[in-house]
């Protein structure tokens, strides 16, 4: 007897395929959420290296981190003319590390850290030696948010590059840019030099000595962050500074200011914001909505702030006198 062969029909396969369609739509976002959460922990534990690498810096330069902000000056804007040894008060220099550029200056923030993060230094120029070496080196994998630089993580607004830390201009007359996916507290690691105009409290760079911070556990260090005049296709050399404009500032309050509120990125981590602070610890904390962000409009009151949630027990500033 002939036996017949099976074999499927066309509605059956069709059928089938429909079954894995439906099946891949229902696992794809579990999917991508679980992608997503594999790369804020990545992102977590580049702010431990980065804390850790900030503490071991201290515990050699006599407690002091390194500088953030505009490092060298170029005599018109800002002026921070605090960035010698001399001018810092470190004559002996154990308390910033130091490169020679035509005179002897402190090492902007990232160059400062790389020798903590893996990396050796060479180069004692930071224009061009420096910023190559720091930009082809490895200690800029743990400046770099992995979701950072993923265009699929969050959506279509999501950042596609890592941004840039703007460290002033040099005698050169050009500006100095470094990767970076995180922002920095000008609180904490000084700014352009001592302001003292109005009610903005004192930037010197002196506040980079760790000891002199009341609450390290509560203030802000580095956390994620977007460029202020930055977007998806827009200029990537915006300030990666938190900067504090009065001596109670949070993270919330800084969400509210529509100067600063830009600075946080919804989109890097679903909502969330990894963090770390100056003792070193590092925690993920949830934004408010970009609808609220909308809403505040500028606005900086109190009511605002404590729609904020955990923002709100974060501290920008270390409440130092003038």
């Known amino acids: 007897m002939r036996q017949s062969r099976k074999a499927f029909t066309l509605v059956e396969l069709l059928v089938v395929i429909g079954i894995i369609a439906l099946l891949i739509s229902i696992l794809l976002p579990a999917l991508n959420r679980a992608r997503g959460q594999a790369k804020q922990a990545?992102?977590?534990?580049?702010?431990?290296?980065?804390?850790?690498?900030f503490l071991m810096?201290?515990?050699?330069?006599?407690q002091h981190f390194p500088l953030a902000g505009i490092v060298w000056q170029d005599n018109t804007t800002h002026q921070p003319a605090d960035n010698t040894p001399v001018l810092l008060g470190?004559?002996?220099?154990?308390?910033?590390?130091?490169m020679t550029d035509l005179i002897i200056?402190?090492?902007?923030?990232?160059?400062?850290?790389?020798?903590?993060?893996?990396?050796?230094?060479?180069?004692?120029?930071?224009?061009?030696?420096?910023?190559?070496?720091?930009?082809?080196?490895?200690?800029?994998?743990?400046?770099t948010c992995p979701a950072n630089i993923d265009e699929?993580?969050?959506g279509m607004n999501a950042p596609q590059i890592s941004k840039m830390i703007d460290n002033g201009k040099s005698s050169y007359g050009g500006n100095i840019r470094l990767p970076t996916?995180?922002?920095?507290?000008e609180a904490v690691l000084g700014w352009a030099g001592p302001n003292t105009t109005g009610s903005v409290p004192d930037h010197s760079r002196l506040r980079g000595n760790i000891a002199r911070i009341p609450h390290p556990a509560d203030v802000v260090l580095a956390g994620d962050a977007k460029p202020r005049n930055g977007g998806r296709f827009g200029s990537y050399d915006g300030w990666m500074v938190y900067n504090d404009g009065t001596n109670h500032d949070t993270?919330?309050?800084?969400?509210?200011?529509?100067?600063?509120?830009?600075?946080?990125?919804?989109?890097?981590?679903?909502?969330?914001?990894?963090?770390?602070?100056?003792?070193?610890?590092?925690?993920?904390v949830s934004m408010p909505s970009e609808v609220i962000q909308a809403s505040f409009g500028g606005n900086d009151s109190t009511a605002n702030e404590q729609r904020c949630g955990a923002l709100q027990n974060i501290s920008v500033s270390v409440g130092f006198a003038k």
């Open 42 to 53: 990545a992102c977590l534990s580049n702010l431990r290296q980065i804390g850790e690498a």
């Open 181 to 185: 996916s995180y922002a920095f507290s």
């Open 251 to 284: 993270l919330a309050s800084m969400f509210c200011r529509s100067d600063s509120g830009v600075l946080f990125d919804h989109y890097r981590h679903y909502g969330n914001m990894n963090v770390l602070f100056c003792d070193g610890h590092c925690e993920s």
């Open 152 to 154: 699929m993580q969050g």
């Open 90 to 98: 470190d004559v002996g220099m154990k308390n910033y590390s130091y």
């Open 57 to 62: 810096h201290a515990n050699e330069h006599r």
């Open 105 to 143: 200056r402190a090492c902007p923030l990232q160059i400062a850290l790389e020798p903590y993060l893996g990396q050796q230094v060479r180069a004692q120029k930071l224009i061009p030696d420096g910023v190559n070496e720091y930009i082809m080196g490895s200690a800029i994998h743990v400046f």
